[in-house]
């Protein structure tokens, strides 16, 4: 029993040490560390609600923070344990918000019906609509090009969105939706 809670309690006193050599950007510490904490960063992600099919995700995501932010942690403050768990915690909460949000626009997409006769998405030429539709993001203000590239060429999701523009996440869906709607609108227009 000694031996056990021994070994257990070894590498939480090597995490700050770790720690404060990842924020030198030594990869092996990165490596140790990510060998040493993954599991029960995992466990705590779990614990939260997410999803076992995203648990990768998330812990892609936590130790992408964990690396980018090592310089800030304070051994004064909090155990890196406990610190790690917090940065673990708030991403599968981010992440499990995010899923939440309805995709509405695709929702509303996947529910209409191929016509019959209608030509099939393979027999669309995208070589003569790149044009009309480089025109009409062109025609676009600046910050609503922009948001329509993060949103949907960067895969930045709503949440993300809302806080880079500082507006909450339904004016980042209303933004999105009008500004499709205009590209359509000019779209259409410009192929009658």
């Excluded at 044009?131 to 709503?158: C, F, H, I, K, N």
Aim: net charge positive.
């Amino acid at each position: 029993m000694a031996g056990s809670s021994l070994a257990s309690q070894v590498p939480s006193e090597r995490l700050p040490e770790l720690l404060a050599r990842v924020s030198a950007g030594e990869t092996r510490a990165f490596a140790e560390l990510h060998t040493l904490t993954r599991g029960r960063l995992r466990r705590i992600a779990l614990a939260v609600g997410a999803s076992p099919h995203d648990v990768d995700d998330i812990l892609q995501e936590t130790f992408l923070k964990i690396w980018r932010k090592a310089g800030r942690f304070d051994p004064g403050r909090a155990p890196a344990m406990a610190w790690m768990s917090a940065i673990v915690r708030n991403t599968a909460i981010d992440h499990r918000r995010t899923r939440r949000q309805q995709t509405y626009e695709l929702d509303e997409a996947l529910l209409v019906p191929a016509g019959a006769g209608a030509p099939s998405i393979e027999d669309f030429d995208y070589a003569s609509a790149e044009p009309t539709a480089r025109g009409a993001l062109a025609r676009l203000p600046e910050d609503r090009r922009r948001l329509v590239a993060l949103a949907y060429l960067e895969g930045e999701s709503r949440a993300s969105l809302s806080r880079r523009f500082g507006v909450p996440v339904g004016t980042i869906k209303t933004w999105l939706h009008r500004t499709i709607l205009a590209v359509r609108k000019d779209c259409l227009a410009a192929a009658a």
